[in-house]
C-alpha cells in the first residue's frame, strides 16, 4: 500500500483483540486515504472529525477531501487546542453538540489530531449511545507512537490527570507521517520522548537504533520516521492483546510516567512543561532512582540522561513557575496518581535499558532523595 505520490508503503500493525482487533497503519499521505481505508472496514453513512484549532486550518482540508471522496457524510467540530480541552466542561459541550447534531448508533467519531483530540474524542465515543465507532488519526508524533493505541481514553480532574475515562478501543488508526511535518521542533521532540519510552522498557536494539538515528527521525526522514513509530507501536500492540486493561504487563508502559503526571499537575498541565518533557524526566528520574537502588549501573542511567540531552529533551524539572519545588507536595500528588494500587505508588523501574519491571514497594524515601537531588541541579 503506497498512498499517492509517496515511495515508503504503509505499515500494517493489528491490535489483537479478537473481535475488537484493529489495524494500524503507518505511512505517508494516509489522511488523504482515511475515507478510503475507513470505508473497507466500518459501515460509515456519516462522520463527524474532531480536531482543534491547531490541527483544522493545517490538516482538515485534506481529511475531509477523503471522506468527500469516499462519499461519507460528514461535519467538522474544532474545539480549542491544549490540555484544557480535556476536561469536564469541553467534554460536555463536545457530548451536547453531537447529539444537537443528531447522532447515532451508526456514526463514527474521527479524532484528527494529538493526544488531547485522541482522547475526549475516544471518550465520547464510549460513552455516546453506550458506545459508537471512532477513529484515529493521530497527528502528533506522541499521539502516533503512543496515546492513540490501545484504547486508554479520559479528561482530567482537578485532582490529577486522566482520572475520568475508559477502556475503549479504536475502529483504525491512521499514522500519516507527512503529519509530523506540520510539528514545531519542541511537540516533536515531546513525542520522540515516548518513542524512546519504548527502547528503554522492553528492547534495548531499539534503543540503540534511536541513539544512532535520532537526527534522522526528527529531521523528517520518512524510512527512520515509519520504523520509528511502527516498531513502538508494534510493542504496544503486543502488551496491550496481553493485557488490555493494565491489570499487569500494560503497566510497563507507565515507565517515567508516576513521576510526570506529579510534575505536570504542580505546573497546571499548561506549557511550561509538555507531556513528552514530562515523561524524558520522569524516565531519567526512573533510571536514577533504580541506580540508587543497585537494580540498574550507574552508567546506564547515565546514558539514559546522555541521549535526552543529546536531542533537546529536559532530564531535570525546569524552575517552578511560582518559585520553588516544593518536594513533598510532589511526593502527594504521586500519591493520588492513578497507578496508586492499596496506598503504595506504582513505579517502573529497570534493571538495565531494555530490561524494566513494575515495582509496588518503592520506599518513598528513596524517591525523595532522586527528586532532591534533581530539584537541586
Not at 80 to 101: C, H, I, M, V, Y
Not at 161 to 174: D, E, H, T, W
Not at 346 to 358: E, K, S, T
Not at 369 to 374: F, I, K, R, W, Y
Amino acid at each position: 500500500m503506497t498512498p499517492h505520490g509517496h515511495s515508503e508503503p504503509a505499515e500494517k500493525i493489528t491490535v489483537d483483540l479478537g473481535e475488537r482487533s484493529y489495524d494500524i497503519l503507518i505511512g505517508p499521505g494516509l489522511i488523504d486515504e482515511a475515507g478510503a481505508l475507513m470505508a473497507s472496514r466500518i459501515a460509515t453513512p456519516r462522520a463527524y472529525i474532531i480536531t482543534d484549532t491547531n490541527v483544522a486550518p493545517l490538516l482538515g482540508d485534506r481529511l475531509a477531501a477523503s471522506l468527500d471522496a469516499a462519499g461519507t457524510d460528514h461535519e467538522t467540530i474544532v474545539l480549542p487546542a491544549g490540555e484544557a480541552t480535556k476536561s469536564f466542561g469541553p467534554f460536555e459541550n463536545l457530548l451536547d453538540s453531537l447529539l444537537q447534531r443528531g447522532v447515532e448508533r451508526t456514526t463514527t467519531l474521527v479524532a484528527l489530531g494529538g493526544g488531547v483530540i485522541g482522547d475526549i474524542t475516544g471518550f465520547a465515543a464510549s460513552t455516546l449511545l453506550r458506545g459508537i465507532n471512532y477513529v484515529q488519526v493521530p497527528t502528533t508524533l506522541l499521539a502516533q507512537v503512543d496515546s492513540s493505541v490501545g484504547g486508554k481514553t479520559a479528561i482530567n480532574a482537578r485532582h490529577g490527570k486522566n482520572l475520568i475515562g475508559a477502556f475503549y478501543q479504536p475502529r483504525l488508526v491512521l499514522a500519516d507521517t507527512t503529519a509530523l511535518d506540520t510539528l514545531p521542533r519542541r511537540e516533536l521532540l515531546a513525542g520522540y520522548a515516548e518513542t524512546v519510552k519504548y527502547g528503554l522498557l522492553g528492547d534495548a536494539e531499539f534503543y540503540a537504533w534511536l541513539e544512532a538515528n535520532s537526527a534522522a527521525v526528527l529531521s523528517g526522514d520518512e524510512r527512520a520516521r515509519i520504523h520509528a513509530v511502527a516498531r513502538s507501536c508494534q510493542m504496544k500492540a503486543a502488551i496491550v492483546a496481553e493485557d488490555e486493561r493494565e491489570q499487569d504487563r500494560r503497566a510497563l508502559l507507565n515507565l517515567g510516567h508516576t513521576f510526570a503526571h506529579a510534575l505536570e499537575a504542580e505546573t497546571g498541565f499548561g506549557d511550561l512543561l509538555l507531556h513528552g518533557e514530562a515523561v524524558a524526566i520522569g524516565m531519567a528520574l526512573a533510571f536514577e532512582l533504580s541506580a540508587l537502588l543497585n537494580l540498574c549501573p550507574p552508567d546506564g542511567a547515565a546514558r539514559v540522561r546522555r541521549h535526552l540531552q543529546a536531542v533537546g529533551l529536559p532530564t531535570i524539572p525546569p524552575a517552578h513557575p511560582k518559585g520553588q519545588w516544593d518536594i513533598q507536595r510532589l511526593i502527594a500528588l504521586i500519591g493520588v496518581d492513578k497507578k496508586v494500587a492499596h496506598g503504595r505508588p506504582v513505579f517502573v523501574l529497570a534493571n538495565a535499558i531494555g530490561d524494566a519491571f513494575i515495582a509496588r514497594d518503592v520506599d518513598m524515601g528513596d524517591v525523595e532523595a532522586v527528586l532532591g537531588q534533581a530539584i537541586a541541579a
